[in-house]
């Protein structure tokens, strides 16, 4: 039974770490062309946001549970930057050095794709669930930009 796990595990990491890979490539090329990032900029950055999400999710695996692997990621994230971390500087200032916007579009673009790839199972579903769906996807987008909206007035940005 261990050894399955370990073989289990070590497929997971390493479908894991190619789309790590994929998704580092595509942020990096964002961050530069849409956020005027340099090249030797990003990669740290890029390569620290893949480190602490590989650890979260190499956590998950390993720890029952039923937590959600995003909890552990952010819970990685938030020790290694708080102040009391050896490595909090480093870490934020090459984590600074990549734009936000440039990590989701290509994350975006993904979850995309799996959607297109299932779009018969969600047709299937009726013409009711699809007006539900569009009308969360609005909704969650207004309501995303009203609060960066309110928050920039807020704070001056």
Do not use: Q
Not at 87 to 115: C, D, E, H, Q, R
Not at 120 to 139: A, P, Q, T
Request: proline share 4%; glycine share 12%.
């Amino acid at each position: 039974m261990d050894k399955e796990n370990r073989v289990s595990f070590g497929s997971e990491f390493f479908d894991w770490v190619m789309t790590f890979i994929i998704v580092a490539i595509l942020s990096v090329a964002c961050n530069i062309v849409g956020y005027g990032g340099i090249l030797l900029e990003s990669i740290p950055g890029m390569l620290i946001f893949a480190v602490i999400s590989l650890a979260g999710l190499t956590v998950k695996h390993f720890v029952p549970g039923n937590l959600p692997a995003v909890a552990y990621i952010a819970l990685i994230g938030m020790l290694v930057a708080m102040p009391f971390s050896p490595i909090s500087g480093f870490v934020i200032y090459w984590a600074n050095k990549v734009a936000l916007m440039a990590v989701v579009t290509p994350i975006l673009a993904y979850a995309g794709v799996i959607v297109g790839r299932d779009w018969r199972e969600f047709v299937k579903i009726g013409w009711k669930g699809i007006v539900v769906s569009l009308l969360v996807i609005l909704g969650t987008f207004f309501v995303s930009g009203g609060m960066a909206e309110v928050m920039g007035r807020i704070f001056g940005m």
